[in-house]
Nanobody, 127 residues
């Protein structure tokens, strides 16, 4: 059984940083894992993903240069380091995963391509 447990959200001032963590378990095939977010009144947006086989990462244009995704395979953890946060980053962030069926960029852009969603964690950036 696949399980995703996200943590690390909170309230931060604009320009600040947060690190989200996701404990992942139960995978048996090559998969994509990462983060989607949903801001108030908006649809879900793929933020960043990586492939379990390693070496391939994806970032939405809105977070390139500010966010970094990484993994610790020994601990089955995935992290999202978020720097230079701005109020537009305010959203519920979800750790998501699914079998890697498409290119990573495609899979990380389509919420229906991700089969597994963890409980969201709130990130609020004040101006």
């Amino acid at each position: 059984e696949v399980q995703l447990q996200a943590s690390g959200g909170g309230l931060v001032q604009a320009g600040g940083s947060l690190r989200l963590s996701c404990a992942a378990s139960g995978f048996t095939v090559d998969y994509a894992i990462g983060w989607f977010r949903q801001a108030p009144g908006k649809g879900r947006e793929g933020v960043s993903c990586l492939s379990s086989s390693g070496g391939d990462t994806y970032y939405a244009d809105s977070v390139k240069g500010r966010f970094t995704i990484s993994s610790d395979n020994a601990e089955n953890m995935v992290y999202l380091q978020m720097n230079s946060l701005n109020p537009e980053d305010t959203a519920i962030y979800y750790c998501v995963a699914g079998p890697l069926l498409f290119s990573l960029g495609t899979q990380c852009s389509i919420d229906n391509a991700m089969d597994y969603w963890g409980k969201g964690t709130q990130v609020t950036v004040s101006s």
